[in-house]
């Protein structure tokens, strides 16, 4: 079965920190781009963070950079989200998804243009 997990969200102070896992199953994550999305209720989707295959490259949100950081276990099809200095603004749900390059900010932000995305874990960061 193909699928993306993640899991990590938590309720935490603002100025705190999280570390999000995505876990996939059924496909090679390491032959895949891997994102951070993240989907307030009423306020659409807002890509965060793409990591290339092997991890050389990486991309982020300006409201994130220097206080997430993206990451990636391919021997163990896992990618990471290390989440620092938290403020309420960050709480959301956040996904994972997959691929096959780097499909630029705006395509980033629409769920349907990628090959695999994940159920989705919830950070809550109160004031």
């Known amino acids: 079965q193909v699928q993306l997990v993640e899991s990590g969200g938590d309720l935490v102070q603002s100025g705190g920190s999280l570390r999000l896992s995505c876990t996939a199953s059924?496909?090679?994550?390491?032959?895949?781009?891997m994102y951070w999305v993240r989907q307030v209720p009423g306020k659409g989707s807002e890509w965060l963070s793409a990591i290339s295959t092997e991890g050389a490259t990486t991309y982020y949100l300006s409201d994130v950079n220097g206080r997430f950081t993206i990451s990636r276990d391919n021997a163990n099809n896992m990618l990471f989200l290390q989440m620092n200095d938290l403020k309420p603004e960050d709480t959301a749900v956040y996904y994972c998804?997959?691929?096959?390059?780097?499909?630029?900010?705006?395509?980033?932000?629409?769920?349907?243009?990628?090959?695999?995305w994940g159920q989705g874990t919830p950070v809550t960061v109160s004031s």
């Open positions: 059924g496909f090679t994550l390491g032959t895949y781009w």
């Open positions: 998804a997959s691929a096959r390059g780097w499909i630029g900010v705006s395509k980033a932000s629409v769920p349907s243009n990628f090959e695999h």
